[in-house]
Protein backbone atom coordinates (compact mmCIF):
# COMPACT_ATOMS: atom_id res chain seq x y z
CA UNK A 1 0.00 0.00 0.00
CA UNK A 2 1.41 3.42 -0.65
CA UNK A 3 1.24 6.59 1.69
CA UNK A 4 -1.79 7.72 1.85
CA UNK A 5 -0.63 11.68 1.61
CA UNK A 6 -0.13 10.99 -1.84
CA UNK A 7 -3.75 10.14 -2.18
CA UNK A 8 -6.79 13.02 -1.14
CA UNK A 9 -10.55 12.14 -1.79
CA UNK A 10 -12.86 15.20 -1.55
CA UNK A 11 -16.37 13.75 -1.59
CA UNK A 12 -19.86 14.56 -0.06
CA UNK A 13 -19.84 10.58 0.44
CA UNK A 14 -17.24 10.78 3.38
CA UNK A 15 -17.24 6.52 4.16
CA UNK A 16 -16.82 6.19 0.24
CA UNK A 17 -14.58 8.66 0.09
CA UNK A 18 -12.28 7.03 2.63
CA UNK A 19 -12.63 3.25 0.53
CA UNK A 20 -11.99 5.00 -2.80
CA UNK A 21 -8.64 6.41 -1.07
CA UNK A 22 -7.76 2.95 0.39
CA UNK A 23 -8.52 1.35 -2.99
CA UNK A 24 -6.65 3.83 -5.20
CA UNK A 25 -3.68 3.27 -2.91
CA UNK A 26 -4.19 -0.41 -3.12
CA UNK A 27 -4.54 -0.20 -7.21
CA UNK A 28 -1.85 1.93 -7.75
CA UNK A 29 0.76 -0.49 -5.64
CA UNK A 30 -0.44 -3.59 -7.31
CA UNK A 31 -0.31 -2.46 -10.89
CA UNK A 32 3.18 -1.06 -10.11
CA UNK A 33 2.65 2.80 -11.12
CA UNK A 34 2.71 3.92 -6.90
CA UNK A 35 6.12 5.47 -7.59
CA UNK A 36 5.50 7.17 -10.70
CA UNK A 37 1.87 8.68 -9.54
CA UNK A 38 1.59 11.28 -6.81
CA UNK A 39 -0.13 14.12 -5.19
CA UNK A 40 -3.06 12.28 -6.51
CA UNK A 41 -6.32 14.30 -5.99
CA UNK A 42 -10.17 12.87 -6.47
CA UNK A 43 -13.29 14.43 -6.33
CA UNK A 44 -16.23 12.26 -6.77
CA UNK A 45 -19.96 13.37 -6.33
CA UNK A 46 -22.35 10.25 -6.81
CA UNK A 47 -25.42 12.70 -6.95
CA UNK A 48 -23.43 14.41 -10.25
CA UNK A 49 -22.15 11.45 -10.90
CA UNK A 50 -18.67 12.43 -11.71
CA UNK A 51 -15.17 10.84 -10.85
CA UNK A 52 -12.21 13.32 -11.38
CA UNK A 53 -8.57 12.55 -10.51
CA UNK A 54 -5.39 13.94 -10.94
CA UNK A 55 -1.59 13.55 -9.84
CA UNK A 56 1.55 14.27 -10.56
CA UNK A 57 3.29 12.11 -12.98
CA UNK A 58 6.95 11.28 -12.41
CA UNK A 59 8.61 9.36 -15.20
CA UNK A 60 12.18 9.25 -15.82
CA UNK A 61 12.62 6.66 -17.59
CA UNK A 62 15.17 6.65 -21.58
CA UNK A 63 13.97 4.61 -24.25
CA UNK A 64 15.46 1.17 -25.06
CA UNK A 65 17.84 1.67 -28.04
CA UNK A 66 18.82 -1.02 -30.15
CA UNK A 67 22.51 -0.76 -29.05
CA UNK A 68 20.79 -1.20 -25.56
CA UNK A 69 20.28 -4.54 -26.37
CA UNK A 70 22.25 -5.92 -29.08
CA UNK A 71 25.98 -5.67 -30.11
CA UNK A 72 26.44 -5.93 -33.68
CA UNK A 73 29.53 -7.39 -35.94
CA UNK A 74 29.74 -7.81 -39.55
CA UNK A 75 30.39 -11.38 -40.67
CA UNK A 76 30.22 -13.26 -44.21
CA UNK A 77 26.15 -13.93 -43.67
CA UNK A 78 25.39 -10.34 -42.87
CA UNK A 79 24.99 -8.23 -39.74
CA UNK A 80 25.38 -10.73 -36.38
CA UNK A 81 24.06 -9.08 -33.09
CA UNK A 82 25.05 -10.62 -30.20
CA UNK A 83 21.81 -10.00 -27.23
CA UNK A 84 22.96 -8.57 -24.08
CA UNK A 85 19.48 -7.64 -22.36
CA UNK A 86 16.98 -10.94 -23.55
CA UNK A 87 14.43 -8.14 -21.71
CA UNK A 88 13.63 -6.97 -25.15
CA UNK A 89 14.32 -9.67 -27.48
CA UNK A 90 10.92 -9.21 -29.20
CA UNK A 91 10.60 -5.68 -29.48
CA UNK A 92 14.39 -5.71 -31.13
CA UNK A 93 12.82 -8.61 -33.67
CA UNK A 94 10.13 -6.49 -34.11
CA UNK A 95 11.84 -3.85 -35.32
CA UNK A 96 14.44 -6.08 -37.40
CA UNK A 97 11.14 -7.59 -39.27
CA UNK A 98 9.67 -4.18 -39.71
CA UNK A 99 12.99 -2.54 -40.99
CA UNK A 100 14.28 -5.55 -43.17
CA UNK A 101 11.47 -8.50 -43.27
CA UNK A 102 10.98 -11.91 -41.78
CA UNK A 103 12.81 -13.37 -44.65
CA UNK A 104 16.27 -11.38 -44.05
CA UNK A 105 16.12 -12.06 -40.25
CA UNK A 106 17.29 -15.50 -38.69
CA UNK A 107 17.50 -15.69 -35.10
CA UNK A 108 19.88 -18.61 -34.53
CA UNK A 109 19.80 -19.01 -30.81
CA UNK A 110 18.68 -17.03 -27.84
CA UNK A 111 21.21 -14.64 -27.69
CA UNK A 112 22.18 -14.40 -31.59
CA UNK A 113 20.06 -12.92 -34.17
CA UNK A 114 21.37 -12.66 -38.27
CA UNK A 115 20.67 -9.39 -40.83
CA UNK A 116 20.83 -10.41 -44.15
CA UNK A 117 22.42 -7.07 -44.76
CA UNK A 118 26.43 -5.82 -45.19
CA UNK A 119 25.11 -2.27 -43.51
CA UNK A 120 25.20 -0.85 -39.94
CA UNK A 121 21.29 -0.85 -38.62
CA UNK A 122 20.58 2.68 -36.91
CA UNK A 123 20.22 2.90 -33.39
CA UNK A 124 16.79 3.18 -33.39
CA UNK A 125 14.53 3.14 -30.05
CA UNK A 126 12.68 -0.24 -29.94
CA UNK A 127 10.51 0.38 -26.79
CA UNK A 128 9.17 3.52 -24.82
CA UNK A 129 9.10 2.65 -20.93
CA UNK A 130 6.78 6.04 -20.66
CA UNK A 131 4.33 4.99 -23.28
CA UNK A 132 4.18 1.56 -21.15
CA UNK A 133 3.74 3.23 -18.14
CA UNK A 134 1.55 5.79 -19.03
CA UNK A 135 -0.86 2.87 -20.18
CA UNK A 136 -0.69 1.31 -16.77
CA UNK A 137 -1.49 4.43 -15.06
CA UNK A 138 -4.54 5.05 -17.32
CA UNK A 139 -5.14 1.37 -16.31
CA UNK A 140 -4.86 1.55 -12.80
CA UNK A 141 -7.10 4.58 -13.00
CA UNK A 142 -9.98 3.12 -14.90
CA UNK A 143 -10.01 0.22 -11.57
CA UNK A 144 -10.49 3.30 -9.64
CA UNK A 145 -13.06 4.79 -11.07
CA UNK A 146 -16.75 3.26 -9.69
CA UNK A 147 -17.84 0.41 -12.37
CA UNK A 148 -20.31 2.30 -13.82
CA UNK A 149 -18.72 4.97 -14.96
CA UNK A 150 -17.83 3.92 -18.69
CA UNK A 151 -17.84 7.36 -20.16
CA UNK A 152 -13.89 8.93 -20.05
CA UNK A 153 -12.15 11.65 -21.09
CA UNK A 154 -8.09 11.41 -19.64
CA UNK A 155 -5.15 13.74 -20.73
CA UNK A 156 -1.57 12.61 -19.99
CA UNK A 157 1.35 14.09 -20.07
CA UNK A 158 5.20 13.38 -18.88
CA UNK A 159 4.04 15.94 -16.46
CA UNK A 160 0.48 14.84 -14.52
CA UNK A 161 -2.74 12.88 -15.48
CA UNK A 162 -6.64 14.19 -15.50
CA UNK A 163 -9.09 11.74 -15.60
CA UNK A 164 -12.66 12.41 -16.01
CA UNK A 165 -15.44 9.61 -15.58
CA UNK A 166 -19.14 9.75 -15.41
CA UNK A 167 -22.11 7.68 -16.45
CA UNK A 168 -23.63 10.22 -18.33
CA UNK A 169 -22.08 12.44 -20.76
CA UNK A 170 -18.78 14.45 -20.04
CA UNK A 171 -19.41 17.97 -19.38
CA UNK A 172 -17.55 20.83 -20.04
CA UNK A 173 -17.95 22.25 -16.30
CA UNK A 174 -16.72 19.08 -14.70
CA UNK A 175 -13.35 19.24 -17.74
CA UNK A 176 -13.32 22.87 -16.22
CA UNK A 177 -13.10 21.80 -12.70
CA UNK A 178 -10.36 19.39 -13.67
CA UNK A 179 -8.15 21.73 -15.30
CA UNK A 180 -8.89 24.26 -12.19
CA UNK A 181 -7.41 21.62 -9.63
CA UNK A 182 -4.47 21.08 -11.61
CA UNK A 183 -4.03 24.53 -12.22
CA UNK A 184 -4.41 24.96 -8.59
CA UNK A 185 -2.04 22.10 -7.88
CA UNK A 186 0.94 23.83 -10.01
CA UNK A 187 0.42 21.73 -12.45
Known amino acids: ?6 V ?24 DVAHSLYNIRIF ?12 KLAISLPDIKISDVATMTHTDD ?13 DLLDKLVERYGKANILQLDRYTVLVATDDDIPDETIYEPT ?3 KRKVIDSIRRVAPEGYRIIKHDITDDYVLFIASEEPIKQEWINQ ?7 AGL
Open 1 to 6: MIDSEK
Open 8 to 31: AVESPDKQGARLIEELTSDILSDL
Open 44 to 55: IDPDEPVFILYG
Open 78 to 90: GLKLDIKNERYVN
Open 131 to 133: TEL
Open 178 to 184: GRRLLKE
